[in-house]
């Protein structure tokens, strides 16, 4: 699971490199959360992670506040987070997941290019169970001896730690977000960015050449401005 979540993490951080595009992305999370669990963030744990997460790349307070209060006051960003499912060429299964005020426009925009690059928009539920759903927390080495207490995290949901030279990621179950949240605030460790994130449970090897071209649909796919994320079970 390590590698496979390095790997994810480093892509993902790569299409969020403007400035902007990572704003707006926590700013559509952040208006979902409120949506759902409320507009506290000592209540609302997710959001909590959230704010933290927007913290940490430098996102102006006024932003987040701005994104809170749409939720709140109910403007005209009615955004709801839709997961959308289908499979590449050569059997490799992709999961999408965005956010959108428009589901008739995000589907059909997904499904043409599905559809371009020779691959099917599936029904929900056609390839979600190949996948594993966690929590993750990337913390400061600075602040835990994980070695003194990973024991001790196993009873509030650990499965992994991926230890690093300046911090290092603590991958749990999903269900156990919270608890693991709790306990690390509790213990006044540094979390430097936290959410969940879905790892494939088996990769699929494919040559290089067919390897491009699921590569190449999921370029198009993440470049969508709907978009959050991008799943796969590709072996790259």
């Known amino acids: 699971m390590g590698r496979a979540f390095e790997f994810r993490k480093s892509r993902k951080l790569k299409r969020w490199s403007t400035m902007s595009k990572s704003f707006t992305k926590l700013s559509k999370e952040i208006q979902i959360s409120v949506k759902e669990n409320g507009p506290s963030p000592e209540s609302n744990s997710k959001l909590r992670a959230l704010i933290q997460n927007a913290k940490s790349i430098n996102m102006p307070k006024d932003n987040i506040e701005r994104a809170i209060n749409k939720s709140i006051n109910k403007t005209k960003d009615n955004l709801k987070k839709i997961f959308l499912e289908g499979y590449a060429p050569f059997g490799i299964a992709i999961l999408v997941e965005a956010i959108t005020d428009n589901n008739n426009r995000t589907v059909a925009n997904i499904r043409s290019y599905f559809k371009k690059e020779n691959g099917e928009l599936g029904k929900s539920g056609s390839v979600d169970y190949l996948f594993n759903k966690i929590a993750y927390f990337e913390i400061s080495n600075n602040t835990i001896d994980l070695e003194k207490i990973e024991l001790e995290l196993i009873d509030f949901g650990l499965l992994e730690i991926i230890s690093k030279k300046k911090y290092s990621t603590i991958i749990g179950s999903y269900e156990n977000f919270n608890s693991l949240q709790l306990e690390l605030e509790k213990r ?49």
């Open 188 to 236: 006044e460790v540094e979390i430097i960015n936290s959410g969940f994130d879905k790892i494939p449970n088996n990769l699929i090897s494919i040559d290089e050449e067919k390897k491009n071209l699921i590569i190449k649909l999921i370029n198009i796919i993440e470049n969508d401005e709907d978009v959050q994320n991008v799943y796969h079970n590709l072996n790259i």
